[in-house]
């Protein structure tokens, strides 16, 4: 009989002395070992939140009106590429400056990202217990891409492109990596002992921040309200934004797994496979949530906030996916799940125009799922919780509507009145997503 070779070498394998094999992984080769897989840890969930720009880009061209849907798309594929670009010029740096602070705890360093040399040996890595440069770079950059993508949507329909991609570029090159400092770079609100895991504030409240003081400052689309009532402006495609939805969920695997920052272990993967299911089961939660809820308000579900209520669960317990165990984190993804459905006919009631749901998925269910971390991690205390909110929510209101009216008084935010009519499409691209539709 012909014996096949795996097999010959799978019976050597086993009948190895575990201890000579013990012997050959020296503690130098351990320390790579664990190096190379932190690093693909980070490139692998980076590509992973590296699609969420497709869902946030396909939700929201679901959302909006057919005659707005190519602006939608112009405008994701500007924003997650100027933040690619000024991240590195300057972003990085300043969010993490390592020893390197301007202002100790406050304001990082200023300069371009450097990456190790081509073939670069262990001994001339900076963080052989950690992981390489680029591949912490660009799983970094993949969030502050995402906190550019919840500004995007609320303000869909009547905001200028050029504007809306200036205040881009200032929000992922200072305004965003400042406040992230504070937090992921070792700044002094870490140093007090906030905990945000994945960034249910450090991303999702401060894209949520920036959205609403946009939607106040540029206000809400034509014939949204009129009379004190409210009138529904329904979105083109919601087999787009469905789709949209499930691209973020699975996205969002890579953004909370990843936060773990660590794989080399088996207790690190342990966690990392608590973590998936932990975010899966709030993003379950939430649809749940929103599903019997809009059926018992409205007597029908709706399916933009079955939408809305996974991501606003997936937001929740982003903040902490870790230490929850799987019935915690379903309740508080429910909870954001509700938040959503109380959330939208709240900001109607103020006149406040969320084309997307941005403003209570974002900002109202990220703030929930910060102060929810008290709940399951012993190390979590309210105060400084809400602290943390507090603080960088002004910081975040304060810059970010400076800004805001800096562009409207230089080169106004908001299309003509004759355009927004028309449609961004025409109006400011000349180039229609649904040209056959369009009337002759």
């Known amino acids: 009989m012909k014996l096949n070779p795996i097999y010959i070498i799978t019976i050597l394998a086993l009948s190895y002395p575990s201890s000579t094999m013990a012997s050959e992984i020296t503690s130098s080769s351990y320390v790579e070992l664990v190096f190379v897989l932190n690093s693909l840890l980070f490139l692998v969930s980076g590509f992973l939140v590296f699609w969420m720009a497709?869902?946030?880009?396909?939700?929201?061209?679901?959302?909006?009106?057919?005659?707005?849907?190519t602006m939608q798309l112009t405008k994701n594929m500007a924003l997650f590429s100027l933040a690619c670009v000024f991240y590195y010029l300057?972003?990085?740096?300043?969010?993490?400056?390592?020893?390197?602070?301007?202002?100790?705890?406050?304001?990082?360093s200023f300069g371009a990202t450097?990456?190790?040399?081509?073939?670069?040996?262990?001994?001339g890595v900076d963080a052989l217990n950690y992981a390489t440069i680029g591949s912490d770079f660009f799983f970094q950059l993949m969030f502050c891409a995402a906190t550019a993508s919840i500004v995007s949507g609320a303000l869909a329909e009547r905001i200028k492109l050029w504007p809306f991609l200036i205040f881009i570029v200032l929000l992922t090159a200072i305004i965003y990596p400042i406040s992230a400092s504070w937090k992921w770079g070792g700044g002094f609100l870490d140093n007090m002992g906030f905990l945000d895991f994945?960034?249910?504030?450090?991303?999702?409240?401060?894209?949520?921040?920036?959205?609403?003081?946009?939607?106040?400052?540029?206000?809400?689309?034509l014939g949204k309200y009129k009379n004190g009532k409210t009138f529904p402006i329904l979105g083109s495609n919601l087999p787009l934004a469905t789709l949209g939805t499930f691209i973020l969920w699975l996205?969002?695997?890579?953004?909370?797994?990843?936060?773990q920052l660590a794989?080399?272990?088996?207790?690190?993967?342990?966690?990392?496979?608590?973590?998936?299911?932990?975010?899966?089961?709030?993003?379950?939660?939430?649809?749940?949530?929103?599903?019997?809820?809009?059926?018992?308000?409205?007597?029908?579900?709706d399916l933009t906030m079955i939408l809305n209520g996974a991501l606003a669960g997936l937001v929740a317990i982003t903040a902490e996916p870790l230490t929850p165990t799987l019935g915690s984190a379903t309740l508080i993804g429910g909870i954001g799940g509700?938040?959503?459905?109380?959330?939208?006919?709240?900001?109607?009631?103020?006149?406040?125009?969320?084309?997307?749901?941005?403003?209570?998925?974002?900002?109202?269910?990220?703030?929930?799922?910060?102060?929810?971390?008290?709940?399951?991690?012993?190390?979590?205390?309210?105060?400084t919780?809400?602290?943390?909110?507090?603080?960088?929510?002004?910081?975040?209101?304060?810059?970010?509507?400076?800004?805001?009216?800096?562009?409207?008084?230089?080169?106004?935010i908001r299309v003509s009145v004759e355009d927004e009519i028309k449609g961004l499409d025409l109006s400011e691209l000349g180039i229609e997503a649904y040209p056959e539709f369009s009337k002759n």
């Open 54 to 69: 497709a869902g946030f880009t396909m939700l929201e061209a679901g959302l909006v009106r057919s005659k707005n849907v």
């Open 90 to 108: 300057i972003g990085y740096k300043l969010m993490y400056p390592g020893d390197g602070w301007a202002i100790q705890g406050i304001l990082g």
């Open 114 to 123: 450097e990456l190790e040399p081509v073939g670069v040996s262990p001994a």
């Open 198 to 221: 994945a960034g249910s504030t450090v991303v999702h409240s401060v894209g949520g921040w920036a959205a609403l003081t946009g939607a106040i400052i540029l206000g809400p689309r």
């Open 251 to 259: 996205g969002w695997f890579g953004f909370n797994g990843g936060s």
């Open 263 to 301: 794989m080399g272990t088996v207790g690190d993967i342990a966690d990392i496979s608590r973590i998936f299911a932990n975010t899966n089961a709030a993003a379950a939660a939430g649809a749940i949530a929103a599903l019997l809820l809009t059926q018992l308000i409205y007597n029908k579900p």
């Open 338 to 383: 509700l938040i959503v459905v109380f959330g939208v006919p709240l900001l109607d009631k103020l006149k406040i125009d969320d084309v997307v749901g941005a403003i209570p998925v974002h900002l109202f269910a990220g703030i929930w799922g910060t102060i929810a971390v008290i709940f399951t991690n012993n190390d979590a205390a309210l105060s």
């Open 385 to 412: 919780q809400i602290f943390s909110i507090i603080l960088i929510g002004l910081f975040i209101i304060i810059s970010t509507s400076v800004l805001w009216l800096i562009l409207k008084g230089l080169l106004g």
